[in-house]
């Protein structure tokens, strides 16, 4: 067993974490040790003989093995190919993430990392046979010479070049978080805080809410569309050299040019964002336990309703009327596996005509979720070519990838035009408005980075800053008493992120509570009579 504990720690030392090692040897080049970069495979390989050494029991290290190994393979690719970091917001994110969100990673290329990184090593382990020690004794001498050996080799790595170990490890934070498997401890870390940790008491708030009346009568119907790894930089409304918006352009929309988001990952960001909990503060638990945006105007009366196309609302209508699009279904908006966000708006007029009342509506869409982003749209609503129409997008070039993402924010475009003229059908009828807002943004290769869920810490503008847009017809500002202009000087001027969600949406949609914070409100500034 002592040699099949050294094989695997030399594997995992070596090859699961070869990109750790790339990258210790790239930042080897301001250390004049020479030791330091060869010796960092040593230390992993000796470091992982005592962990696994711990778990080198008789009819469970091989299972365990192998489930380390093909994990570990699905982590090396996604490094490798998106330079993801496992943490513990990553792990968040995938175990929040639905089986059918999992399905748009699959591709050769992940099934040939998991055949030759994972399988294949698994197969040798169960292959090799273990011869046990005569006597009990003798298994604890042989485990523990192995130990103690380890323990030695880390001991003189650590007098030749523990200075330069411990100067390149304070300047690059992310290294421990690239070990492989990582993942496996964050996911324990995950566990044992959202499933064995006593949860906070809920604690009812905004309960007090009321509806400012309109002066013409008519209830209200406000429209929030919360977008999907959309990213503000690549929006026209923006500054962007392409037209990506050519759908909504000359409808009015005001578009907010500096938002940044809670996170990088849907997870984190959407309970957060609706939270009045601001980034800093920001507590998961604490947020479950308690009143959010949506719940408060639904104490003020309001009839609210959750349309959710992109795996799920996060916790945050647990306490609202919700809906999910069926998947499943084989028609023009569905592929028997995921639906274009149009589909939303058959559900959306049913809520909207059903009767006149105060009412909000929430719609989730998948907008650019990655990276099968051609699935996000028609092939028709496809302007931009080349386009990557695959899920191994590390086998596009960076022209292919954006053409795709572009493709996907027009398609939203299309989208939010045709609820805005769904709005304008009933504007006899409601005083009508809508906003649209991501939850985070994307990397398209920049720097070497993909996809989202990168350390907020260290994570790229392009996965922080999002796109935040209100559509508000002159009937709507005069009910409310909003001055668009100011709000649209606002909106170029002003830094805000989605700590401004949850007041923002009070003030726009007239609800007065004593939660409200008006320091938050984008428009308690933008009175009409001030």
Same mark, same amino acid.
């Given at each position: 067993?002592?040699?099949?504990?050294?094989?695997?720690? !030399?594997? +995992?030392?070596? !090859?699961?974490? +070869?990109?750790?090692?790339?990258?210790?040897?790239?930042?080897?080049?301001?250390?004049?040790?020479?030791?330091?970069?060869?010796?960092?495979?040593?230390?992993?390989?000796?470091?992982?003989?005592?962990?696994?050494?711990?778990?080198?029991?008789?009819?469970?290290?091989?299972?365990?093995?192998?489930?380390?190994?093909?994990?570990?393979?699905?982590?090396?690719?996604?490094?490798?190919?998106?330079?993801?970091?496992?943490?513990?917001?990553?792990?968040?994110?995938?175990?929040?993430?639905?089986?059918?969100?999992?399905?748009?990673?699959?591709?050769?290329?992940?099934?040939?990392?998991?055949?030759?990184?994972?399988?294949?090593?698994?197969? +040798?382990?169960?292959?090799?046979?273990?011869?046990?020690?005569?006597?009990?004794?003798?298994?604890?001498?042989?485990?523990?010479?192995?130990?103690?050996?380890?323990?030695?080799?880390?001991?003189?790595?650590?007098?030749?070049?523990?200075?330069?170990?411990?100067?390149?490890?304070?300047?690059?934070?992310?290294?421990?978080?690239?070990?492989?498997?990582?993942?496996?401890?964050?996911?324990?870390?995950?566990?044992?805080?959202?499933?064995?940790?006593?949860?906070?008491?809920?604690?009812?708030?905004?309960?007090?809410?009321?509806?400012?009346?309109?002066?013409?009568?008519?209830?209200?119907?406000?429209?929030?569309?919360?977008?999907?790894?959309?990213?503000?930089?690549?929006?026209?409304? *923006?500054?962007?050299?392409?037209?990506?918006?050519?759908?909504?352009?000359?409808?009015?929309?005001?578009? +907010?040019?500096?938002?940044?988001?809670?996170?990088?990952?849907?997870?984190?960001?959407?309970?957060?964002?609706?939270?009045?909990?601001?980034?800093?503060?920001?507590?998961?638990?604490?947020?479950?336990?308690?009143?959010?945006?949506?719940?408060?105007?639904?104490?003020?009366?309001?009839?609210?309703?959750?349309?959710?196309?992109?795996?799920?609302?996060?916790?945050?209508?647990?306490?609202?009327?919700?809906?999910?699009?069926?998947?499943?279904?084989?028609?023009?908006?569905?592929?028997?596996?995921?639906?274009?966000?149009?589909?939303?708006?058959?559900?959306?007029?049913?809520?909207?005509?059903?009767?006149?009342?105060?009412?909000?509506? !929430?719609?989730?869409?998948?907008?650019?979720?990655?990276?099968?982003?051609?699935?996000?749209?028609?092939?028709?609503?496809?302007?931009?070519?080349?386009?990557?129409?695959?899920?191994?997008?590390? *086998?596009?070039?960076?022209?292919?990838?954006?053409?795709?993402?572009?493709?996907?924010? !027009?398609?939203?475009?299309?989208?939010?035009?045709?609820?805005?003229?769904?709005?304008?059908?009933?504007?006899?009828?409601?005083?009508?408005?809508?906003?649209?807002?991501?939850?985070?943004?994307?990397?398209?290769?920049?720097?070497?980075?993909?996809?989202?869920?990168?350390?907020?810490?260290?994570?790229?503008?392009?996965?922080?800053?999002?796109?935040?847009?209100?559509?508000?017809?002159?009937?709507?500002?005069? %009910?409310?008493?909003?001055?668009? %202009?100011?709000?649209?000087?606002?909106?170029?001027?002003?830094?805000?992120?989605?700590?401004?969600?949850?007041?923002?949406?009070?003030?726009?949609?007239?609800?007065?509570?004593?939660?409200?914070?008006?320091?938050?409100?984008?428009?308690?500034?933008?009175?009409?009579?001030?």
């Amino acid at each position: 067993m002592s040699v099949l504990v050294v094989i695997c720690s !030399v594997y +995992f030392g070596t !090859v699961l974490n +070869f990109p750790v090692l790339y990258r210790v040897f790239q930042l080897s080049a301001g250390v004049t040790n020479p030791l330091f970069a060869y010796s960092s495979p040593v230390l992993l390989t000796c470091a992982f003989i005592i962990i696994f050494s711990a778990f080198a029991w008789p009819y469970f290290f091989k299972p365990f093995m192998a489930f380390l190994f093909i994990s570990s393979a699905a982590a090396l690719y996604a490094q490798i190919n998106f330079q993801t970091v496992f943490d513990m917001s990553m792990m968040e994110s995938i175990f929040e993430t639905n089986s059918s969100e999992i399905l748009f990673y699959l591709n050769s290329s992940t099934l040939l990392y998991l055949f030759c990184f994972g399988i294949l090593p698994s197969a +040798f382990v169960f292959m090799v046979r273990v011869k046990p020690h005569r006597t009990l004794l003798r298994a604890i001498a042989s485990r523990f010479a192995i130990v103690v050996l380890a323990c030695i080799g880390i001991g003189l790595i650590g007098v030749t070049s523990y200075k330069d170990y411990a100067s390149v490890g304070r300047n690059n934070h992310d290294l421990n978080k690239m070990i492989i498997p990582a993942h496996v401890f964050n996911s324990v870390r995950y566990l044992k805080q959202t499933y064995f940790t006593q949860p906070i008491a809920f604690k009812s708030q905004g309960t007090d809410a009321k509806i400012k009346p309109n002066p013409n009568g008519k209830p209200t119907l406000m429209v929030v569309v919360l977008g999907e790894t959309a990213r503000a930089m690549n929006f026209a409304y *923006n500054g962007y050299q392409r037209n990506t918006n050519p759908y909504t352009q000359g409808m009015g929309l005001i578009s +907010f040019q500096n938002v940044s988001s809670c996170g990088t990952y849907t997870a984190l960001s959407v309970p957060c964002m609706f939270s009045n909990l601001t980034r800093r503060d920001y507590d998961k638990k604490r947020a479950y336990a308690q009143d959010n945006v949506f719940d408060v105007i639904k104490h003020a009366g309001v009839d609210v309703l959750w349309i959710d196309n992109d795996g799920g609302d996060k916790g945050v209508a647990r306490r609202l009327a919700q809906t999910s699009l069926d998947t499943s279904l084989k028609n023009e908006d569905c592929n028997g596996n995921t639906c274009f966000d149009l589909a939303m708006l058959q559900q959306a007029q049913q809520f909207i005509s059903n009767k006149r009342s105060d009412k909000l509506l !929430v719609l989730h869409t998948i907008g650019s979720h990655g990276p099968t982003y051609w699935q996000r749209y028609p092939d028709q609503m496809a302007p931009f070519q080349p386009a990557c129409n695959r899920s191994d997008i590390e *086998n596009c070039s960076d022209s292919e990838i954006v053409n795709v993402y572009d493709n996907t924010l !027009v398609y939203t475009d299309y989208v939010l035009a045709q609820t805005i003229n769904q709005l304008k059908a009933v504007s006899d009828d409601y005083n009508v408005m809508l906003t649209y807002i991501s939850d985070h943004g994307e990397s398209l290769g920049e720097s070497g980075l993909y996809l989202h869920g990168a350390p907020y810490a260290v994570a790229p503008k392009e996965q922080t800053q999002v796109p935040w847009l209100l559509w508000i017809p002159e009937q709507y500002a005069q %009910q409310k008493q909003l001055n668009l %202009q100011c709000i649209e000087d606002e909106a170029e001027s002003a830094a805000i992120s989605h700590d401004n969600v949850f007041d923002s949406l009070l003030g726009l949609y007239g609800i007065s509570t004593s939660l409200h914070d008006t320091r938050l409100d984008i428009t308690s500034g933008c009175a009409a009579n001030s």
